[in-house]
């Protein structure tokens, strides 16, 4: 192993780590503040490491394979571990079966292109989530049978008259597609209904007031009546499954209200003689990032710090990352994502679906859809990539800024990470190739291969041991969600990222494939041993 | 001793000694400051009635609404105080987390809205924010709307300085640790600056954070404190993180060791101290005295506590109660229950009891023909203390899918019923097209 941090990578996971050593009964749960205020040099020159696989790990100690992939097949190169989709749905899973739970658990196509994730993902219980006709195609060829398709998004003729043909579940956007798709109807495979959920937004808060935030998206609640008179007319043609939403991560204190209105609905829909069957709670569930609380909260604490002045700038032309000072206060928030949370994924929206319902005499949404024997949707999109992969990039060179930042030049992008919108906050894994390493004091930051200022791959400083040169490899840690193809583009002809699949046969003995000719079932049957 | 108006009560309270035998310190005094004294229960009395009182009677005069970012402690005393005076106030805080605090603060009549805030924590910057939400409203109408802003009020830490300060300086001949919770940072700034500008300069002054992804009413993380206006992080020699289960385990320790009936934040504070003082006491030659701040009392904090550490409140298991009951889902499953396909048949053999036990609002829905409803909560506290049915007539459980149910036909039978469960439940009754009844 080169310059990977020796961690702990016990039994209970890999997202252990002095988070979890604190609990421990020896030295419970308490910490001198100042062990972690002034004790030089993880103040200093504070670390976001990043929650890592075990796998992963495993696979980046193999530094020969590592090395031969990135110069065979090109930098920037993702890597996706396909097989750790299916520990998260088993997580997922179990949340359904602890309630005695029905219903599908959509694997959203959005985040991440790779076919070879489609293909893992078909072979468990899952169903996929596609939002546009490419993406169904996909979808089918991904091993996808149309009945365990949904297809979201706001929708042009073409896709919607290919969801109508292959009777794939409608989540329907608005009043002109549900008009559309009962006009379609006679197209629909013999004797087959139009099967659709129908996206409302607009929920009127409950007891808890908040200010209503606008969306493109769905169809407003109030509108809803209007909805239900077309479906009964049409009943003949639409098989209406029930309503959904979909709000993004956090956005805790808007769900309730939204599950309670889809609920009164349903019933009521149920009274009117139609025969809604689901409810659809979207998706919004996080991901752990950072392998530690107490990393995560360092550094913020460092960069609200460097912006009062107080140390070093931590980010690029000290931009604050969000942050800036006023009257010697801070003001701001932050523009990237918490990287830490002590409920992520499956636990996520086990809180979601526990909490008591008001209007429902405090019963959950759980037990209300389990009594019901309604079907429980969801599109969990970026929690079930947790793990999935990683991108890999040449340095080409390090260099000093004009201002004198210490650079690490990349032969990759910012497309290639998205990192405009989701700026990944932890420290890359640095594979060194080069025998005179010299200390990286003042800290790196990454920046990319764009004939453009501010190609920046990361905003911030990070304090690697050693300062990267040209050959070193520099690998970013959980990129399958959002970040790796997401919005990546050829600009100035530069090369967009090849995908490969890994596979993990004895513990570190890895297989590679080419993205798209990774095949799970060939795999099983031995034909790809 | 009489006293005009309650108002008076506010302060002077008195500073108890914790025996040594509770908290093991062998060459330091602790002292909890009674704060939970306060005639309206909390430390938020004095800042309260401080920051308002010069203003409350012009507040009176021109019908001006107090307005409050805070559901807790500081809302119940600014509630009480405006209710004397005739005063209508408006709190508007994040969703609040401590239930029987804001219960309370609701029953005194105060009008509480609560925001979606696109940050799990104090964040003045964001626009949903209510420090901002308020800011702007006072704002926009000055001559009707009154802000104290216990957040960015010097009067907040001056009111601490001459009163808290004060009375621990003029109890205790030196102080040299002192300890309070980071909320505002009020209490623990005043305080301390009074003591070391009167008695001792070498004072220790420690704040006691939570961790950020845990919560402890009132207190905050280091991170959060900086965006405090009050906060300065030099006028602290340290910083304690403590942990809201254990700082639960530190209040019960209080309570029951010393009688002193206070909530969990003086828990934690009582814990920091302890933890920050046990690491110098071996190395102690001289006694020295330490001070914490015992900021309120323990009673609406029972969901909070039961949260967090359930076996309090006597969850134990009866022997041969359900909660006992070890059930093995995967033995001689026919023993206890009917498969759906002979259901009927059996059915009207032998004329069971049918109990659906799930919630009504299903059960009216649709159910089994002449199943009563019976939900799993009351079915559950019925089975496990009395024997609530004949035992001469069979019972058939109903639950969605015949999980909970099959556990229920087990564990009665040990009690001596014919008790048998739906298995698969009703979806499977369902999915076989068997005939299902809505109650009208």
Redesign the interface.
């Known amino acids: 192993m080169t310059k990977l941090e020796e961690k702990r990578t016990d039994a209970a996971g890999f997202q252990s780590s002095a988070a979890e050593a604190k609990s421990d009964p020896a030295n419970?749960?308490?910490?001198?503040?100042?062990d972690m205020?002034e004790s030089g040099s993880d103040r200093k020159r504070p670390r976001v490491r990043p929650a890592m696989h075990p796998a992963i790990r495993r696979f980046l100690s193999d530094e020969k394979l590592v090395f031969s992939l990135v110069d065979g097949l090109g930098s920037p190169l993702n890597v996706l571990f396909p097989k750790h989709i299916e520990e998260t749905i088993g997580r997922f899973d179990q949340v359904y079966k602890d309630r005695?739970l029905?219903g599908t658990i959509f694997y959203t196509s959005k985040p991440n292109k790779s076919m070879a994730l489609k293909r893992q993902a078909s072979t468990t219980r899952v169903g996929l989530d596609v939002s546009s006709f490419g993406e169904l195609k996909s979808a089918l060829g991904g091993g996808f049978h149309p009945e365990r398709i949904e297809a979201t998004g706001p929708k042009n003729i073409d896709y919607l008259a290919l969801c109508v043909q292959q009777n794939v579940l409608i989540n329907v956007d608005n009043f002109v597609e549900l008009k559309q798709i009962a006009q379609m109807s006679s197209y629909s495979p013999q004797g087959k209904k139009a099967r659709v959920l129908v996206r409302l937004d607009g929920f009127e808060p409950g007891r808890?007031?908040?200010?209503q935030q606008d969306s493109a998206f769905g169809i407003p609640v109030k509108d809803a009546p209007a909805i239900i008179e077309f479906l009964l007319e049409h009943k003949d043609s639409i098989d209406f499954h029930g309503f959904s939403f979909h709000f993004n991560a956090?956005?805790y204190?808007?769900r309730p209200p939204a599950i309670e209105a889809c609920l009164q609905l349903t019933?009521r829909c149920?009274e009117l003689g139609l025969s809604p069957r689901a409810i659809d709670v979207g998706g919004g569930y996080r991901i752990r990032y950072a392998a530690d609380?107490d990393d995560?909260?360092t550094y913020?604490?460092e960069l609200?710090?460097s912006v009062?002045g107080n140390r070093d700038s931590l980010t690029w032309n000290d931009s604050g990352l969000g942050y800036h000072r006023e009257d010697g206060?801070?003001?701001?928030?932050?523009n990237f994502m918490?990287h830490?949370?002590?409920n992520d994924g499956h636990e996520d929206f086990a809180s979601v679906i526990d909490t008591p319902l008001p209007a429902?005499?405090g019963?959950s949404t759980a037990?209300?859809v389990?009594?019901?024997?309604f079907e429980l949707h969801i599109e969990p999109g970026r929690a079930l990539l947790d793990q999935c992969g990683i991108t890999l990039s040449h340095v080409n060179f390090a260099k000093q800024s004009i201002l004198g930042e210490q650079l690490a030049v990349l032969d990759m992008n910012r497309t290639n990470l998205n990192s405009t919108q989701l700026k990944l906050m932890t420290d890359p894994v640095l594979i060194y190739r080069n025998a005179d390493q010299k200390p990286a004091d003042k800290g790196v930051m990454y920046v990319g291969n764009l004939c453009l200022t501010h190609d920046m791959i990361q905003y911030h400083k990070t304090f690697p041991d050693f300062s990267p040169q040209t050959g070193d490899v520099v690998a970013f840690i959980n990129t399958a969600a959002y970040q790796m193809d997401f919005a990546e583009t050829h600009v100035l002809e530069q090369s967009i990222a090849k995908k490969i699949a890994i596979i993990e046969g004895e513990p570190g003995e890895f297989r590679w494939f080419l993205d798209e000719l990774y095949n799970p079932l060939a795999i099983a049957l031995g034909i790809k041993p | 001793m009489k006293y005009e108006n309650i108002t008076e009560l506010i302060g002077n309270t008195p500073l108890l000694k914790i025996p040594a035998r509770v908290h093991g310190l062998k060459n330091i005094d602790l002292y909890a400051k009674m704060e939970m004294m306060n005639p309206f229960g909390s430390v938020k009395d004095r800042i309260a009635w401080g920051i308002i009182k010069d203003d409350i009677e012009e507040i009176q005069a021109k019908g001006k609404t107090i307005y409050e970012n805070s559901s807790g402690n500081t809302a119940k005393a600014l509630q009480v105080i405006a209710n004397m005076y005739g005063v209508k106030t408006r709190l508007i805080t994040y969703?609040a987390k401590v239930d029987g605090v804001k219960d309370i603060v609701r029953m005194l009549g105060a009008d509480i809205?609560?925001?979606?805030g696109?940050?799990?924590c104090f964040?003045?910057?964001?626009p949903?924010d209510p420090q901002f939400l308020i800011a702007k409203m006072v704002k926009d109408n000055p001559e009707k709307n009154y802000f104290p802003s216990q957040f960015t009020n010097p009067k907040n830490p001056d009111v601490h300085y001459k009163t808290t300060g004060k009375e621990i300086v003029d109890d205790l001949e030196s102080v040299d640790f002192f300890f309070g919770g980071l909320g505002t940072s009020g209490s623990t700034l005043g305080a301390a600056r009074r003591i070391r500008d009167e008695g001792n300069p070498a004072l220790v002054s420690v704040g006691v954070?939570a961790?950020?992804?845990d919560f402890i009413p009132g207190i905050r993380?280091?991170?959060q404190m900086?965006?405090s206006?009050l906060f300065v992080k030099e006028n602290y020699d340290?910083?304690?993180?403590?942990?809201s289960?254990?700082s639960v385990d530190a209040m019960m320790e209080l309570i029951r060791g010393a009688g002193l009936l206070c909530g969990p934040t003086s828990g934690a504070s009582y814990?920091g101290a302890v933890?920050?003082l046990k690491?110098i006491d071996d190395q102690l030659t001289e006694r020295k005295n330490a001070v914490f701040i015992a900021c309120d009392r323990v009673e609406w904090y029972t969901d909070y506590i039961r949260e967090r550490r359930p076996q309090l409140y006597g969850l134990k298991m009866k022997p041969g109660s359900l909660r006992a009951f070890e059930f093995d889902p995967a033995g001689s499953k026919e023993r206890f229950t009917v498969k759906v396909s002979k259901a009927q048949a059996w059915i009207d053999d032998e004329n069971p009891l049918i109990i659906d036990v799930?919630?009504n609002?299903?059960y009216k829905?649709?159910t089994i023909p002449n199943a009563i409803n019976i939900p799993w909560e009351l079915f559950e506290t019925m089975i496990d203390a009395a024997d609530p049915f004949p035992k001469e007539r069979p019972l058939l459980l109903v639950?969605?899918?015949g999980?909970?149910t099959a556990r229920y036909a087990a564990y009665l039978q040990t009690r001596g019923y014919r008790s048998f469960s739906l298995d698969g439940?009703?979806?499977e009754w369902?999915n076989c097209s068997c005939r299902l009844v809505k109650i009208t």
């Open positions: 419970a749960g308490q910490c001198l503040a100042d205020l005695q029905q808890v007031k908040f200010t956090g956005d204190i808007r019933f149920l609380q995560w909260n913020i604490e609200k710090s009062l206060i801070l003001k701001g928030a932050p918490e830490y949370h002590k429902f005499d019963y037990r209300i389990s009594d019901n024997m | 969703l809205e609560e925001v979606l696109g940050s799990e964040d003045p910057n964001d949903n954070c961790s950020k992804n993380s280091l991170d900086w965006e206006g340290n910083f304690v993180y403590v942990d289960g254990e814990l933890r920050y690491k799930r919630g609002l299903a829905m649709t639950c969605p899918v999980e909970k439940g009703i979806l369902r």
